[in-house]
């Protein structure tokens, strides 16, 4: 018979291409992902996937199961949730995925209330580049900047995040206040790197200043303030990142605010699990107390 952690390494393969990545995903050394697929394709009687200098790549018999592999995937994943789903115990870990702003700066006080009241709940937060998948069990509640599309998650919008310009002081008295009908030109942007340049904030700074130069990118908005703070140039921050930051200017802008949605997500099979419900409703909670620094009027 097949076991099913091979046919999982071969899935992880496939899928990263790299026995490292694999091995990264399954949260296993690497040469274990080669003695598993060594031993799957022994039992299998065939190549499964094939290594190539850019990496293993399916073969004509790995691609005819791959489908299969899913299915059982999908399935197993299933009755993991639907097991965690049956604990009626408020104790075992939480796992949460969102933005790294908003867990350190927002969601810490809340989190530390919840656990004074639920000790034996522990909060693993994942601030991680990429959506983690509540379906595949990588995370267990998800806090996002977008409304979800999965059917079978259950989701609803918990509060609004405003958005504006921050300059420090310095910049500010080298460069002038910025003059929006002048597209920002003579001014210097701090962004994201390129393939997060789509998102609402972004768009809208780069439509008030097309003309700017940008002094640095990168993935983080901490890194955006602190540029900002050292006189780099102007950044686009949520305002709970921006108000009452020492060091830090707020800039007039013409036009209503920058304002985004923040969902909450868990999958329908967790979400009456009760350290799971608990932790969610305590989210809402905290989230509704904090509206005033989310959004300020």
């Known amino acids: 018979m097949l076991d099913w952690d091979d046919l999982r390494t071969f899935l992880m393969i496939a899928r990263h291409r790299t026995l490292s990545g694999a091995a990264r995903a399954l949260g296993v050394q690497q040469p274990t992902m080669g ?9 299998a009687g065939a190549t499964l996937l094939q290594k190539t200098p850019s990496g293993y790549v399916l073969t004509e018999a790995g691609e005819a199961v791959l489908a299969n592999v899913e299915r059982i995937e999908a ?21 949460l995925t969102t933005l790294e702003t908003l867990a350190a700066e927002v969601l810490s006080p809340i989190i530390a209330a919840f656990r004074a009241t639920h000790p034996d709940v522990q909060v693993e937060v994942v601030a991680a580049p990429r959506s983690l998948s509540l379906t595949r069990r990588e995370a267990d509640v998800a806090l996002r900047m977008a409304a979800f599309t999965q059917p079978d998650l259950y989701a609803r919008k918990v509060a609004e995040v405003a958005y504006d310009l921050y300059a420090a002081p310095a910049y500010l008295q080298r460069f002038g206040m910025p003059d929006w ?18 998102t609402p904030e972004m768009r809208w700074v780069r439509g008030l200043a097309p003309r700017a130069v940008v002094a640095l990118a990168s993935n983080s908005r901490l890194i955006h303030r602190a540029a900002a703070r050292d006189g780099m140039g102007i950044a686009c921050l949520a305002r709970y990142l921006g108000d009452g930051e020492p060091g830090l200017v707020r800039l007039p802008t013409a036009g209503p ?14 979400r009456q699990t009760p350290r799971i419900k608990a932790f969610t409703a305590a989210l809402q909670h905290g989230l509704r107390q904090a509206a005033g620094r989310l959004r300020p009027e």
Do not use: F, N
């Open 35 to 43: 003695r598993r697929l060594e031993a799957l394709e022994q039992r």
């Open 257 to 270: 605010a920058q304002v985004r949605e923040l969902w909450l997500g868990v999958h329908g099979d967790m």
């Open 181 to 198: 009908t002048k597209a920002g030109e003579g001014h210097a942007l701090i962004q994201t790197e390129p393939d997060l340049l789509d």
């Open 75 to 95: 399935e197993t994943q299933a009755v993991e949730r639907l097991i965690a789903g049956k604990d009626l115990r408020l104790e075992g870990a939480v796992r």
